[in-house]
C-alpha cells in the first residue's frame, strides 16, 4: 500500500506543478495532497508540524493567487474585462500553443489588451491596464510554480530519506 500512496502522491505532485500554469488546477493544493499521502504511509513518520504549515501557505497562495491579477488590473487602471481577457489568452496558449512555450507569456498578455480595448478603454490605459493584469497574472503563476516546486523537493527528499523503509518487499 505505501507504494500506491508514493505513486499516486507523485503524480499529485506533477499535476500541482501543472495546475501552476493552468488556471483550472489549483496547483499547490493538489501538491500538498501529494505530500500528505506521501505522510499516510507506514513508512514515514507523522510530522503534523510540516503538513499543517505546508497546508497553509497552500491555501494562502491558492487565496493570494485572485487577489494578486486584481490589485495588479486596478493598480493599473484596469478592469475585470482586462482579467478575463488574461485568463482567455492563457487558455489559448494552452490549447493552441502557436507561439510554442512563450505562448505562455505573450497571449495573456494579448487577452488582457484586448480584454481591455473591448471595454472601450483608450489605447494607452487599455495598454498599461493589460501589463498590470499580465504582471499580477504572472506573479501569481511564479508564486504557485515555487510553492509546487518546494513541495515536489520536500517530497522528493523525504522519499529518499526514507527509501529503505518504503520499499521493503516483505
Known sequence: MDIV????????????ILGSFLPVLPGPPISWVGLLLLYLTKAIPDDWWLLGITLVVAIAVFVLDYIIPAVGTKKFGGSKAGMFGTVVGLLVAIFFPVLGPFG?????????????LANKADQKTALKAAFGSFLGFLTGT??????????????IWKAIEYGPELFTFS
Open 5 to 16: 500512496l508514493l505513486v499516486i502522491g507523485f503524480i499529485l505532485m506533477l499535476v500541482g
Open 142 to 155: 511564479f508564486m504557485k510554480f515555487v510553492i509546487a516546486v518546494i513541495y515536489l523537493g520536500i517530497f
Open 104 to 116: 505562455i507569456i505573450i497571449w495573456p498578455f494579448v487577452g488582457a489588451l484586448v480584454g481591455e
